[in-house]
């Protein structure tokens, strides 16, 4: 009860702080209490800013990557304190018209081309290494549906002419290295088609179904380490040259899908122990449904560890389009040093959803993550979201359905939420239906979207309230994002309007 009655009053929590020391391992968790006194406070409506599309803040909180209107240029700022001094109490004050401005919160430190002229970059993708402070940016030209008849390419995937993946260094903005696909397709929306662990990034093409492996050396290049597709063994095609059978390659399934099926034919056979009524079995559960699995396609990977990767098999009548969360879908583990699946579960499948809700962490587990990241809100980690996830669950009409629902967002996409505070269930409470830790637009609002404490459930502890500061208005075909600090009390609001400049709003503690 001690805790729960601590004084709202910063000065007082910190003279607190120097007589009670934490429970051993709960060090952050207190320390990020504080965040309940430090809250933006102040608001500069449609500063003034250049007219760029800022993607984020990277995980350590140095830069804020930012590109061109015409998708042709990479701009990193680094953030700075607003600093201003008053005659009188400055408290009392508004603030001075030079400090109301971009660049008093946001040093830009270079401006760099990325894209030629028939390609653009793709705002949506951006990877951060930050052990070594590197950015994997990508370009690409424009897609096209009606591509054309290529072996072994997969029919309805569309196809872009080439997409380019940069490795540059955000301390200066060295471009170390790039690597391309050519008439491939890769789905960059969100970084979707992409996945870094550690010093290794998992490129997923659509097109050829194949799991590009790529390792981000020191020196900052990308060596190709493994190719996982057509051959799941470095050696694979070399013994089926030897063997004299490369001719007919195109005869033989995927390396992939042979050890997909290979292991729901093993799973399938050690169902039913009757020798008589095995081979009913196999015909019933097996070769009836052989085809569809045939038929499955790779539609998203990330990495669990170093070793192994985790796949998600779909139907490919759901083409790339959303759709295809709600399709048949299979998940399985697959080892990348035996080549072999360990597991598979289908998306209904209760035993996945219970890993997911214990053990969600381990989806997006990194040891190079940063401190902030380690302590996103999560099922495992939460009392507060495992609630959250539980209350939703007890108001869902169809259990099955539920389950196909949070299975949807498996596997997890990299880097796709933000570390910062304000987000962290334990601390606030605010409406996940306008605002969210996930990296998303979301339609915009009319009234301010309010934070409210945990500890206290009456009391707003600060609002966010994009667009304009002249009252409600129209939000109609208007989006919103944020783009929150990973530590500091700073967050970017930034509404959009088709055909209307965007309105860029800084939300900071004065």
């Known amino acids: 009860m001690v805790g729960f009655f601590r004084s709202g009053n910063l000065a007082s929590r910190v003279f607190d702080r120097q007589f009670l020391s934490p429970r051993p391992g709960a060090t952050v968790n207190t320390v990020r209490q504080f965040y309940e006194n430090l809250v933006p406070s102040y608001t500069i409506y449609d500063i003034d800013c250049p007219d760029y599309s800022f993607r984020k803040f990277t995980d350590d909180g140095k830069y804020l990557v930012a590109f061109s209107r015409n998708h042709q240029d990479l701009i990193v700022y680094r953030p700075i304190w607003l600093t201003f001094s008053c005659h009188e109490e400055c408290d009392s004050h508004d603030l001075p018209a030079n400090a109301e401005r971009f660049e008093s919160f946001f040093k830009q430190l270079y401006s760099i081309s990325l894209a030629s002229s028939n390609e653009y970059i793709c705002e949506d993708f951006f990877l951060y290494m930050e052990c070594h402070q590197y950015g994997l940016f990508a370009t690409s030209t424009a897609r096209s549906n009606e591509s054309s008849v290529t072996e072994g ?110 292991f729901i034919f093993h799973k399938t056979w050690n169902e039913e122990p ?169 339609h915009c609002t009319e009234h301010p979207i309010k934070f409210i404490s945990v500890r206290q459930p009456n009391v707003v502890k600060f609002k966010i309230k994009p667009g304009s500061d002249s009252g409600a208005s129209d939000s109609r075909g208007k989006r919103i994002s944020s783009l929150f600090h990973p530590f500091f009390p700073l967050a970017l609001s930034i509404q959009q309007t088709n055909m209307q400049p965007t309105v860029v709003n800084v939300h900071f503690r004065r």
């Not at 170390?176 to 490129?203: M, P, R």
């Not at 998600?312 to 399709?327: A, E, I, L, P």
């Not at 939420?417 to 606030?428: E, G, R, T």
């Open 153 to 262: 390419a997969i029919h309805g995937v569309p196809s872009i002419e080439k997409i380019t993946f940069y490795l540059v260094r955000l301390e200066d903005g060295a471009i170390l290295d790039e690597k391309a696909f050519c008439n491939d397709f890769i789905n960059l929306a969100h970084s979707i088609g992409a996945y870094l662990y550690e010093d290794l990034v998992c490129i997923v093409s659509l097109r050829y179904q194949t799991i590009h492996v790529l390792q981000i050396r020191d020196s900052g290049s990308l060596v190709e380490v493994r190719r996982i597709g057509a051959f799941c063994r470095e050696d694979d095609e070399l013994f089926l040259y030897s063997h004299g059978q490369a001719a007919q390659g195109s005869s033989f399934l995927p390396g992939i899908k042979q050890r997909l099926l290979s």
């Open 274 to 442: 009757d020798q008589a009524l095995r081979v009913q079995h196999l015909k019933k559960k097996f070769y009836f449904h052989f085809q569809d699995y045939v038929d499955l396609i790779i539609w998203k990977v990330q990495f669990l560890d170093r070793h192994h990767l985790f796949i998600k098999f779909g139907s490919v009548n759901g083409r790339v389009t959303r759709s295809t969360d709600q399709n048949l879908a299979f998940f399985a583990v697959y080892n990348m040093e035996t080549t072999e699946i360990v597991s598979l579960y289908q998306n209904s499948s209760e035993e996945l959803y219970s890993l997911f809700e214990h053990y969600y962490d381990h989806f997006h587990a990194n040891p190079q993550n940063s401190l902030h990241e380690k302590f996103i809100s999560s099922n495992p980690n939460s009392v507060h979201a495992l609630d959250q996830l539980r209350t939703i669950k007890s108001k869902a009409s169809s259990p099955s359905q539920f389950v196909k629902k949070m299975m949807a967002s498996l596997p997890y996409t990299c880097q796709s939420q933000s570390p910062s505070p304000y987000f962290d269930l334990s601390i606030f409470r605010y409406d996940e239906k306008l605002f969210s830790a996930i990296d998303r637009h979301r």
